[in-house]
């Protein structure tokens, strides 16, 4: 009897292939899921981007094309070294550019200098290497750069804007690396009556672009039948402005700060009205000073005054310097004021008040204060009259009116009910100022007073109005505020023959418009001559000598083949003559005299252009001039490359421009309306609790090129979770892949034993 086997019931049918490559399949496309993952993050660490909780997102973060994912602006540290002696300063400032993303960068940074600054020393430290900059005309040291920046090579290059505003830009910084540049410059100190100065500016305030007022060329080229084209208009005015940081973000660009001082007399005082300093003197002569605070924010300038002790300053200076078969000299003379009385004539006073967005806050209540105290200064006799500008524009009287009683309580009124607010738009105002109603009048004399924080980008239109109307008028500036632009207001008061006044604070408004005030009361030093000597060919700038005031020193710098024999200076001070004579043989060697002569000399050039009306009419002189002496200028730039590419072929270069403070006293919704402010608030941001670190300045390069303190660079959180992460499903995909091999196994065998 034969039977055959039965299968339970319940038994489970063994699984095909089909249900194992469905198995697999799901496998793979959990693989290409997480490879595609890590690989968007790889690229936007390749890119430099970070999530907000990242381990960047201590530092100021930009947004980016990437949801979720910013880039982290490049920071900056700024040192600076500023050695004085005698009249003479020379400084070295020290900039840090600090890369703390993960990937490779341009960094542009607009910063200002003095408005006298001779540029003429770039380096670049990369390690313990120093590359130093050469001088280039400008279109030519561009296009060097920008080679060097796309072929992977590290540069920089300074560029003049205006005279007082400068471009660092610096290509290809490495992920979490330190570059250090080194500009210096020479200038000569300010005197004014027995006191001393210099500035030290620290931030381009924003400027305000007016609509432009010269009309725009029509081209009509042969051969067209009568068909024109409008030329476009040119850009080489155009100024490039850095983002503003909202003061709401904090404050950034860390600056340190020393000097040394040897007066060449015995010291005084030694102050600066707008820092805390730290003094030590060094005997009768010299002192050293730093900030009292080890670092402070780039959101004001810097201001250093110093006089004699019991004496009086020497009243005149003479240095010279040889290069080559040529002697270069710099004389500084204070003309003798004798006993004369001040003019008698009455006075026609405008002043005119700029309450635009950008004087809010303490520059309103300084320029008021000013002017109220100008109100108070004015004598019977005299006639005035007030203008206040914004974007708009009104003149208190039609014309001058008699400073009695009833117009001065009527312009005083109008004075305090004035409120900061809107754009800049000055030229109206100007020209208003200078419309001068009675030309032929001799019996007074025409002063224009002008108070801003000239926060300005058409100086050339201002210049030009100027010089073409000036008239019998004369032009006094008053800068108002933390960060002026000094340039505009030295120019301005220069073209005007005026002079200038600055005023930081509301405690240097009774000191300085009192000053100021002697100078308008006393009589001008006029028709000043220098006689070189006989035989001797010459060339002084400036020429002529402007007129000058009460307590202002005549400064010339020359160039003659050998010095030899006696300089003469001549004048008259109210219808009474002066002179004084000097041996130039006899001054003191100094190393600079030669690059603040080529300094004066463009500045005459530029000024010469201004008053003919055709801006490139020294263009030629002016690019052999800095060439020669190695000189930042309009027409040249200083560029530093290194021959080494260092960033890898094919790896993106993520382009930044360094944000700036806003000038401390501003007000950011009254400069760039509530809109825009917002606006600043999203596209940048510090995450809560994240402040900008305003560690000191690493040392400067030449003294400390090792060691340079870069930012930490260890692992954050969220990348070690992300890792983790990754090995998890690494190991979870390795376990998968061993549950498949050995179901396959068992199915093959149960299909065998089949």
């Known amino acids: 009897m034969s039977y055959s086997p039965v299968r339970p019931a319940t038994a489970a049918r063994p699984r095909g292939w089909s249900h194992s490559l469905a198995l697999f399949s799901a496998f793979v496309c959990l693989a290409l899921l997480i490879v595609a993952s890590l690989a968007r993050h790889a690229q936007a660490d390749t890119r430099g981007l970070v999530a907000l909780n990242g381990p960047e997102s201590g530092a100021l973060l930009f947004n980016s094309t990437e949801p979720g994912l910013y880039v982290p602006a490049p920071l900056l540290a700024t040192d ?64 060097a750069y920008e080679e060097a920046r796309d072929s992977g090579q ?40 027995e006191k001393f100065s210099l500035r030290f500016p620290m931030v381009v305030a924003p400027r305000y672009v007016p609509q432009p007022a010269e009309p725009q060329l029509v081209d009509f080229a042969p051969g067209e039948g009568g068909w024109g084209h409008i030329q476009p208009r040119d850009p080489s005015d155009g100024l490039e402005q850095p983002p503003v940081l909202h003061p709401d973000e904090g404050k950034i660009n860390p600056v340190s700060l020393a000097v040394t001082l040897d007066a060449g007399f015995p010291l005084g005082d030694v102050a600066s009205p707008h820092h805390k300093i730290a003094l030590t003197r060094d005997g009768k002569y010299k002192a050293a000073l730093k900030l009292a605070e080890d670092v402070t924010p780039a959101d004001k300038d810097f201001e250093l005054v110093w006089q004699p002790a019991e004496t009086r300053a020497p009243s005149a200076a003479l240095f010279r310097e040889r290069i080559g078969n040529e002697d270069y000299l710099l004389v500084m003379l204070t003309p003798p004021s004798g006993e004369v ?27 008021k204060e000013s002017l109220l105290f100008a109100l108070d200064r004015l004598k019977p006799g005299d006639t005035f009259n007030v203008i206040r500008f ?57 002063q224009v007073v002008f108070l801003t924080d000239g926060a300005i980008s058409n100086e050339r239109e201002l210049f030009s109005e100027i010089t073409s109307n000036l008239g019998r008028s004369r032009v006094f500036t008053v800068g108002i505020g933390s960060a002026p632009n000094s340039y505009f207001m030295t120019r301005a008061a220069e073209a005007g023959r005026g002079t200038y006044t600055h005023i930081g604070s509301e405690t240097q408004v009774k000191e300085r418009m009192t000053k100021l005030f002697e100078k308008l009361e006393s009589p001008v030093m006029t028709n000043i001559t220098a006689s070189w000597p006989d035989g001797r060919r010459t060339e002084s700038w400036p020429n002529p000598v402007p007129d000058l005031y009460k307590g202002e020193p005549i400064v010339l710098s020359a160039r003659m083949a050998q010095a030899r024999g006696t300089l003469t200076l001549n004048g008259d001070v109210a219808g009474k003559p002066w002179a004084v004579s000097m041996a130039v043989d006899a001054g003191e060697m100094r190393p600079g005299i030669g690059k603040l002569w080529a300094r004066r000399k463009i500045e005459q050039l530029e000024a010469d252009a201004q008053i003919a009306g055709n801006w490139e009419m020294n263009d030629g002189e002016i690019l052999q001039v800095a060439l020669d002496h190695h000189l930042v ?12 590419p260092a960033r890898p072929e094919g790896t993106p270069l993520t382009q930044r421009d360094l944000p700036v403070n806003l000038p401390e006293g501003w007000n950011y919704e009254k400069v ?27 040392p400067p390069a030449a003294e400390a090129t090792a060691g340079i303190a870069l930012p930490q660079t260890a692992t954050g959180a969220p990348s070690l979770i992300q890792s983790g992460t990754f090995l998890l499903m690494l190991a979870a995909l390795l376990a998968a892949f061993r549950w498949l091999q050995r179901l396959w196994v068992s199915t093959a065998w149960a299909r065998h034993r089949q």
């Open 154 to 193: 590290r540069a920089s290059l300074i560029e003049q804007q205006r005279p007082n505003a400068f471009i660092n830009s610096v290509a290809n910084i490495g992920p979490h690396e330190t570059i250090v540049i080194q500009i210096e410059y020479q200038q000569t100190v300010r005197r004014d009556g």
């Open 633 to 644: 200028s309009r027409r040249t730039s200083l560029v530093a490359i290194d021959v080494t």
């Open 672 to 698: 760039f309306g509530p809109q825009q402010a917002t606006a600043a608030r999203h596209a940048s941001r510090m995450p809560a609790g994240a402040q900008l670190a305003m560690a000191a300045a690493p």
């Open 390 to 446: 914004d974007h708009t524009m009104d003149v208190l009287f039609p014309a001058a009116v008699p400073a009695h009683g009833e117009n001065l309580d009527m312009a005083r009124k109008f004075v305090k009910a004035l409120e900061a607010r809107g754009g800049t738009e000055m030229l109206p105002a100007l020209k208003a100022a200078l419309r001068d109603r009675n030309v032929r009048d001799g019996s007074r004399v025409r």
């Open 341 to 367: 009385q001040p003019e008698a004539r009455p006075r026609e006073a405008i002043f005119v008040i700029d309450n635009s967005g950008s004087m809010s806050g303490p520059s309103m209540v300084q320029a």
């Open 80 to 143: 600076v070294k500023i050695d004085v002696t005698g009249p003479i300063a020379r400084t070295r400032v020290t900039q840090h550019f600090i890369n703390p993303g993960d990937g490779w960068v341009e960094g542009k940074y607009v910063f200002p200098l003095p408005e006298n600054s001779a540029v003429d020393t770039l380096k670049m430290v990369i390690g313990d290497r120093v590359i130093e900059g050469q001088i280039k005309e400008k279109a030519e040291a561009r296009r």
